[in-house]
């Protein structure tokens, strides 16, 4: 069993900063990946950033330059740190995890996702 909570969502006025943060726990051997994805109503969830175990970090277009990912190892903890935010960016941010669990099983998972909005 493992658990994805989330925290640090909210309203902003265009051009401030959140900072999200997800934190993976239960039975988890290793944390292979961990990232954000983001949802509008009507429109397919994208994905926002992602850290891998090994290799490099990416990031949507759109948020290039502005969101920065980072992974706490020690606390299997992904934060998204989201400044010069604008409207567009109004959206239920999703944490997403792919680990290896205790029994040796690859689980996929998300968060129950944190509203942020960014007023104009």
């Known amino acids: 069993q493992v658990q994805l909570v989330e925290s640090g969502g909210g309203l902003v006025q265009a051009g401030g900063s959140l900072r999200l943060s997800c934190a993976a726990s239960?039975?988890?051997?290793?944390?292979?990946?961990m990232g954000w994805h983001r949802q509008t109503p009507g429109k397919q969830r994208e994905l926002v950033a992602r850290f891998p175990r090994s290799g490099n970090t990416n990031y949507a277009n759109s948020v290039k330059g502005r969101f920065t990912i980072t992974f706490d190892n020690a606390a299997n903890t992904v934060y998204l740190q989201m400044n010069s935010l604008k409207p567009e960016d109004t959206a239920v941010y999703y944490c997403n995890a792919d680990v290896l669990t205790t029994r040796l099983n690859n689980y996929n998972g998300w968060g129950q996702g944190t509203q942020v909005t960014v007023s104009s």
């Open positions: 239960g039975s988890i051997l290793r944390v292979n990946a």
